[in-house]
């Protein structure tokens, strides 16, 4: 969502780049418990820990959307990142939301 954000603010699309910061801050929220100016809040789930953040519908759209953007962008040395974004793209419901 970082990426994202950070080229929709410089493409234009502030919107999107709204959404895409919303989304990183629930999974904050939800998933890191951080807490603004508390410094050392927050820690994420263990790797293997399966979370399921509370979004909404543009959100989750949004969040399928960035995984094939970003799963698209095989660029070389990314094949393993690519492959788990795709994974994890599907692993959302995909077909369902679409």
């Known amino acids: 969502m970082d990426n994202d954000a950070g080229v929709e603010t410089v ?7 709204d959404l895409a910061r919303s989304i990183r801050r629930a999974g904050w ?3 890191a418990h951080w807490t603004p100016g508390v410094p050392g809040s927050g820690s994420w789930p263990p790797p293997d ?3 399921k953040p509370k979004l909404t ?3 989750w759209l949004l969040t399928i959307d960035v995984l094939e953007r970003w799963a698209a962008a095989d660029r ?4 393993e990142a690519a ?11 995909y ?3 679409r």
């Open 29 to 31: 929220d939800q998933i």
């Open 76 to 79: 070389t040395g990314r094949q």
């Open 49 to 51: 820990e399966i979370v």
């Open 11 to 17: 493409n234009g699309n502030h919107g999107r780049a």
């Open 57 to 59: 519908i543009a959100q």
């Open 83 to 93: 492959a788990q974004e795709r994974e994890l793209r599907d692993s959302t419901g």
């Open 95 to 97: 077909c369902q939301l």
